[in-house]
């Protein structure tokens, strides 16, 4: 980053990018492959391990983010990226061995290819990215409880006959919640895509330059401290 004379300026602020929060957030991405290859393999109990730890560092992460101010805009993209690997690396890990059925996997994978191309949309016509919504949080919290307890049921046979149904109603019910929230992004996208274009064309008839502008959130988003959802 360079300054009008081309000197080097050190960014701050929000800008930033090397961090100790963001280290963490790489780090937990870098663990997604050793998770899924113990998955695959069968090493339940070393798989629940890796994914623990990494819920660790993620609480970790925020917490010193927010304690020393060191919140970043790579780190908002960061910590929900990682989330959506594992959940995928979870999905793909279980039904390889048979455990869930393909088209689960199909069916998360699909939401997340939608909100990628949202996403697209909302670049190309300059208005910005979409604010989280809340049901949409509820659905990936879901996945990340039932998952992991379908997991301690293979792990431990004793409890199989608990925690697999209840895994199950966590996976089913954050699926569905999952698919909820990306069809209010499509509505949401379409509207606001709609009311770009009307603008614009207005802008074009009375012979002003186009700008763009952020999104406002309304009765169904929630920022969550901040975090934005960039095609995800």
Not at 124 to 147: D, E, Q
């Amino acid at each position: 980053m360079t300054d009008g004379a081309g000197r080097g300026v050190r960014r701050t602020g929000e800008d930033r990018v090397v961090t100790l929060p963001n280290a963490l957030s790489v780090f937990r991405i870098l663990l997604v492959p050793v998770f899924l290859i113990l998955l695959v393999q069968g090493q339940d109990l070393l798989a629940l391990a890796t994914l623990a730890f990494s819920g660790v560092t993620d609480l970790l992460d925020g917490w010193i983010a927010r304690r020393f101010d060191q919140m970043t805009k790579l780190g908002r993209q960061l910590d929900p990226a990682a989330d959506r690997l594992y959940i995928l690396a979870a999905l793909i890990g279980l039904a390889a061995r048979g455990l869930i059925p393909w088209w689960l996997l199909i069916v998360v994978f699909a939401r997340d290819l939608l909100l990628v191309g949202l996403a697209v949309v909302l670049h190309r016509s300059g208005t910005g990215v979409l604010p989280v919504i809340r049901v949409g949080k509820w659905g990936t919290a879901l996945l990340f409880i039932g998952l992991p307890v379908l997991m301690l049921g293979q792990a431990f046979p004793a409890v199989a006959m608990i925690a697999t149904p209840l895994g199950w109603v966590s996976v089913i019910a954050g699926a569905t919640l999952y698919w909820w929230a990306g069809i209010l992004y499509l509505l949401q996208t379409v509207r606001i895509s709609g009311d770009a274009r009307s603008k614009q064309r207005e802008r074009a008839g009375s012979g002003t330059s186009p700008s763009t502008g952020r999104l406002d959130s309304d009765a169904t988003s929630d920022t969550l401290d901040g975090e934005e959802v960039d095609g995800g």
